[in-house]
């Protein structure tokens, strides 16, 4: 190899500085970063009388509209993030539910966006 080594590009960055987001930062209960709440999807418990699927006698719906009483866990709309509160049980512990809740019953309907399809 000679020479001609890449001239180092400094700054630029993709918006690091000042990039604070605006209205109520909530933890994600998958990968456990901080994001806006807007950029999450709000998950509650809600109890399920007659169902002998679901477990612990709830079941866990996304608040679309941030309206559903309770405690409320918070994740990104993400496939990944879901896979990992799940494996670690996350949503049991945020949203305090029984120990007989499996998180694998969770399914957030609408992964990837506005239902198009
Ligand atoms: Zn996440």
């Known amino acids: ?3 001609g080594e890449p001239t ?3 700054g630029g960055g ?3 500085t000042s990039d604070a ?3 109520p930062v909530r933890t994600c209960i998958g990968c456990r970063r901080r994001a806006a709440a807007a950029a ?3 998950t509650v418990a809600v109890p399920v009388s007659g169902q002998a699927s679901a477990p612990g006698g709830v079941t866990v719906v996304v608040d679309q509209r941030h309206r559903l009483p ?3 866990a918070w994740l990104h709309p993400d496939p990944e993030c879901l896979a990992l ?3 670690r049980g996350a949503f049991r512990r945020a949203l305090r539910l029984a120990s007989g809740f499996v998180d694998d019953a969770v399914v957030l309907p609408a992964e990837g966006g506005s239902g198009g399809r």
Do not use: H, S
Request: proline residues 10%; positive net charge; hydrophobic residues 35%.
């Open 1 to 3: 190899m000679t020479g």
């Open 70 to 72: 309770g405690r409320g």
């Open 40 to 42: 999450l999807v709000r």
């Open 14 to 16: 993709p918006g690091a």
């Open 85 to 87: 509160a799940r494996r």
């Open 21 to 23: 987001p605006a209205g």
């Open 8 to 10: 180092e590009v400094t």
